[in-house]
């Protein structure tokens, strides 16, 4: 698989995974808005992975769409873990959703100037919506930290922390990282590192919460190893595809 074939999937199959885990929360957010917001978010994150996926199909030979996502076993996705981990109580879902979309959003800024220019015209798209994902997180993340009670302020404290290093498993390099710079595909996952921790840092000052400082990052996602809980979520993902994968909707 050549580098920008790896990125591109690295990609889609964290918003498709993703995109999983938020339904979960339908009809069971703690409040009406926030179970809204959530299926609004998985919504798009589905159609950021279907626009790749078509990419992937279209532009570099690869299958269809719908093959791609619903016939491929854990071993074949290059998802990072941090998206395959259960939802569990809500505040480690929205430490996630924001540390998350904070480093979709500033990926999505930086594709804008890709090389490839059905990467940089879709990034011009899905900059802006990643950037009301990002709004939602971070006022959120502020507002339970710092305007809560101690509980609440806590509960964000632990969910950062268990948040962290699977948090740094998101820029965990694929294939030829420097091919990809090189080529000005994509300046690296060091330079989105960089700026994401710049911008997740203010946050948490804002918020009053403390980042962990020695937590290695939590890595082999991109490389087809996974946790055990991504083969259960594609069982249950694609139960109805595989019950007869030819079927015209």
Not at 55 to 76: M, Q, S, V, Y
Not at 165 to 186: K, N, T, Y
Not at 215 to 221: E, F, K, T
Request: with cysteine; net charge negative.
């Amino acid at each position: 698989m050549n580098a920008t074939k790896d990125l591109l999937y690295r990609i889609a199959d964290d918003c498709l995974i993703i995109a999983h885990r938020n339904s979960e929360w339908t009809g069971l957010g703690p409040l009406l808005e926030e179970d809204i917001a959530f299926s609004s978010i998985a919504q798009d994150k589905l159609g950021h992975a279907l626009a790749l996926y078509r990419i992937l199909h279209e532009e570099f030979g690869e299958r269809d769409p719908d093959t791609i996502a619903f016939t491929r076993n854990e071993k074949d996705f290059t998802c990072c873990h941090f998206v395959e981990l259960p939802n569990g109580e809500y505040d480690f879902s929205l430490m996630r959703h924001f540390l998350f979309d904070a480093a979709e959003f500033l990926r999505w800024t930086m594709l804008k100037n890709s090389s490839i220019a059905s990467v940089a015209a879709l990034a011009a798209k899905i900059q802006g919506e990643t950037k009301y994902h990002v709004y939602h997180g971070r006022t959120w993340v502020i507002r339970l930290a710092s305007a809560g009670n101690e509980e609440s302020k806590a509960r964000m404290q632990s969910a950062l922390e268990t948040c962290w290093p699977f948090a740094l498993g998101m820029f965990e390099h694929g294939v030829d990282e420097q091919a990809l710079i090189r080529e000005g595909v994509f300046a690296g996952e060091d330079e989105l590192k960089t700026q994401w921790e710049e911008f997740v840092r203010s946050t948490m000052v804002e918020a009053g919460l403390i980042i962990p400082e020695h937590d290695a990052a939590v890595l082999g996602g991109r490389k087809g190893y996974h946790t055990e809980h991504l083969q259960p979520l594609l069982d249950e993902m694609t139960v109805v595809f595989r019950t007869d994968p030819g079927a015209e909707w």
